[in-house]
């Protein structure tokens, strides 16, 4: 797939019209624009994109297909953006309002593709069933840090756990708690923890991140039982090495906020990011990265690498460390 690339002047020039487009839609939300077959400029949020096709939600919360007008670039689920009806069933969307955040996931070596925008945190989501990933968890947490975004770690289905299995899978997890991330057990199945589930998401705009099967549509249809949203059988998925949810899809909560599903994923890579941001994203890495004997360190075999040495002596996790390594030997391919 070739990618257009604009010229600095192009991507002013753009910025600059998508500004005076939401300058007009917040002046006159009611008058006709000069165009005969557009509507009114509208705000809306979209819900849903296929490509360039999108559900865009009216603020009185009434969805409306819509296309995106060239030069806008990626529009994705959680994007304020200004729209109009069109003459057809269909609207237009013709700009996007400033981003708070944007969760971009990797697709092809050096590729992102946007994710969510507008984004107060992300829950990743993973579960004892089909597996713990803790690497794949530390993916998220450094994007996550990247983007600016607070991240959760949701573990579903504990309701699978006897006792004794939940304790342990709870020692599993306890690094990420030591490191002043929160984490949630629940089961979208019986219920357990759904009142700090409720309580964390309130008000604010969350994505669901996660492995295929972990729960994350399940995890919605909990919270939102009337709406439509598709689960899939387990076996199937890891048989067919099917994900059930194919598009992101952004909902809104009972008591404000909204949450939005995205389809699984497989692996998390971090191409895009070069490796200084990497180590960064691992937050408690920071402060021993200048103390290393050498300034080009690799982490990796050099004497007098501090992190090897606090990783091997415990003071930091062997384990983030192993997998900062392998996330390091990935990029650098
Ligand atoms: N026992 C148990 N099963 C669960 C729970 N949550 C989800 N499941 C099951 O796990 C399977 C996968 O659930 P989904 O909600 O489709 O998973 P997903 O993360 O949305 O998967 P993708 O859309 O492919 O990314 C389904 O068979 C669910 O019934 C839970 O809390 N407990
Ligand atoms: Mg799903
Ligand atoms: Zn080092």
């Not at 990618?3 to 006159?28: F, P």
């Not at 629940?186 to 309580?199: C, H, I, R, T, Y």
């Not at 941001?277 to 982490?299: A, P, Q, S």
Request: glycine residues 8%.
């Amino acid at each position: 797939m070739s990618k257009r690339r604009l010229t600095h002047k192009q991507l002013r020039q753009t910025k600059q019209n998508q500004r005076k487009r939401v300058e007009h839609a917040s002046k006159s939300s009611t008058h006709s624009t000069q165009s005969e077959t557009l509507g009114p400029a509208q705000f809306g949020i979209v819900t849903s994109n296929f490509g360039q096709n999108l559900v865009v939600q009216d603020e009185q919360h009434h969805s409306h297909r819509c296309n995106v007008r060239q030069n806008l670039g990626s529009v994705v689920c959680g994007d304020e953006v200004v729209w109009h009806q069109l003459a057809t069933e269909e609207g237009i969307v013709t700009a996007i309002r400033p981003r708070r955040s944007l969760l971009e996931r990797p697709v092809h070596r050096g590729d992102a593709k946007p994710v969510a925008a507008n984004i107060d945190q992300v829950l990743i989501v993973t579960a004892p069933v089909p597996s713990l990933q803790k690497t794949l968890i530390d993916r998220y947490l450094v994007a996550s840090e990247i983007a600016g975004i607070n991240a959760v770690i949701l573990v579903n289905k504990i309701d699978l756990l006897s006792a004794k299995e939940l304790d342990a899978l709870k020692g599993q997890i306890e690094t990420y708690q030591d490191l002043g991330y929160s984490v949630l057990y629940f089961s979208a199945k019986s219920g357990v923890g759904s009142k700090e589930l409720v309580q964390i998401l309130k008000s604010k705009n969350s994505v669901l991140a996660g492995q295929s099967g972990v729960g994350k549509s399940s995890t919605i249809k909990f919270l939102l039982p009337d709406q439509e949203i598709q689960i899939g059988e387990l076996a199937d998925r890891l048989n067919l090495g099917k994900h059930t949810t194919t598009t992101s899809q952004l909902f809104h909560l009972e008591h404000g906020g909204a949450i939005i599903d995205s389809p699984g994923v497989r692996d998390f890579g971090l191409w895009q990011y070069p490796k200084e941001k990497i180590l960064w994203g691992f937050k408690e890495f920071r402060d021993v990265l200048g103390m290393c004997k050498y300034r080009n360190c690799t982490h990796h075999h050099e004497p007098g690498c501090k992190l090897r040495e606090k990783a091997e002596s415990g003071e930091l996790s062997a384990e983030r460390y192993q997998s900062l390594l392998k996330i390091l030997t990935q990029v650098n391919l």
